[in-house]
């Protein structure tokens, strides 16, 4: 018995070390450490938990944002209507003396073209009066004034005068009357007598004359079929 007991303990300790697990007892299903399953289980709960909270959180900050975002655009709204509603009144209230003002405008600039046509059409008159005082103050005797024909820039004489000397000086001192830019004579020649030949064949005789004053260079056709315009328009 001995024997065979020794040698039965010698084969199945030669078999627990060829294989591990006959070693352990088998003890059917029942878990001897359930704790760890229990475990388990609450750190996924608690895991999905935190997941939960972290979501809730992220959402409640994203409808925060966007809620505050929403109301700062309606208190920007509110104050620009309420600017503009401002700017509106204002300019509402403005608005009569803007009118007023662009009426005034408009006056002083039609007064203004009314007074630079109106001196553009006297210039000729003024030269005319300048022309007549200087002729005032003319010695008479020597150069006797037939014709006078006033235009724009010029003015055309016909005279009569004692001689070629006399109708020159006269002609010099009518040049230096203030305006005058230039006079010349254009035709000089002895008066005819009754039968139709030149009387004074002497040297120094009378002599008739037809000369002209420029009084300034006449301005383009455009210019002068628009100031003709304005002055038939002003008429």
């Given at each position: 018995?001995?024997?065979?007991?020794?040698?039965?303990?010698?084969?199945?300790?030669?078999?627990?070390?060829?294989?591990?697990?006959?070693?352990?007892?088998?003890?059917?299903?029942?878990?001897?450490?359930?704790?760890?399953?229990?475990?388990?289980?609450?750190?996924?709960?608690?895991?999905?938990?935190?997941?939960?909270?972290?979501?809730?959180?992220?959402?409640?900050?994203?409808l925060?944002?966007?809620?505050?975002?929403?109301?700062?655009?309606?208190?920007?709204d509110?104050?620009?209507?309420?600017?503009?509603?401002?700017?509106?009144?204002?300019?509402?209230?403005?608005?009569?003396?803007?009118?007023?003002?662009?009426?005034?405008?408009?006056?002083?600039?039609?007064?203004?073209?009314?007074?630079?046509?109106?001196?553009?059409?006297?210039?000729p008159?003024?030269?005319?009066r300048?022309?007549?005082?200087?002729?005032?103050?003319?010695?008479?005797?020597?150069?006797?004034?037939?014709?006078?024909?006033?235009?724009e820039?010029?003015?055309?004489?016909?005279?009569?005068s004692?001689?070629?000397?006399?109708?020159?000086?006269?002609?010099?001192?009518?040049?230096?009357?203030?305006?005058?830019?230039?006079?010349?004579?254009?035709?000089?020649?002895?008066?005819?007598?009754?039968?139709?030949?030149?009387?004074?064949?002497?040297?120094?005789?009378?002599?008739?004359?037809?000369?002209?004053?420029?009084?300034?260079?006449?301005?383009?056709?455009?210019?002068?079929?628009?100031?003709?315009?304005?002055?038939?328009?002003?008429?």
């Amino acid at each position: 018995m001995i024997g065979g007991l020794s040698f039965s303990s010698g084969a199945t300790a030669d078999s627990d070390r060829r294989d591990p697990r006959a070693a352990v007892p088998w003890l059917g299903g029942f878990n001897l450490l359930p704790y760890r399953q229990r475990n388990a289980r609450l750190a996924r709960r608690r895991c999905m938990r935190d997941w939960a909270v972290a979501a809730c959180v992220g959402a409640a900050g994203v409808l925060l944002v966007a809620g505050w975002q929403s109301f700062a655009a309606a208190r920007l709204d509110a104050r620009l209507d309420a600017r503009r509603e401002s700017a509106n009144e204002a300019l509402t209230r403005l608005a009569a003396p803007l009118e007023e003002h662009a009426r005034l405008l408009r006056a002083e600039e039609e007064r203004r073209k009314a007074a630079a046509r109106a001196a553009s059409l006297a210039t000729p008159l003024v030269r005319l009066r300048d022309l007549l005082d200087a002729l005032s103050f003319e010695p008479g005797g020597n150069v006797v004034l037939r014709q006078l024909r006033q235009r724009e820039h010029e003015t055309e004489v016909l005279a009569t005068s004692s001689s070629h000397i006399a109708s020159a000086e006269w002609l010099k001192r009518l040049g230096s009357i203030h305006g005058v830019q230039g006079a010349e004579m254009r035709d000089l020649h002895r008066p005819a007598g009754k039968s139709g030949t030149s009387s004074g064949q002497a040297i120094g005789g009378p002599v008739e004359f037809d000369a002209r004053l420029r009084w300034g260079d006449p301005p383009p056709k455009a210019t002068r079929a628009l100031k003709a315009a304005q002055t038939g328009g002003a008429r």
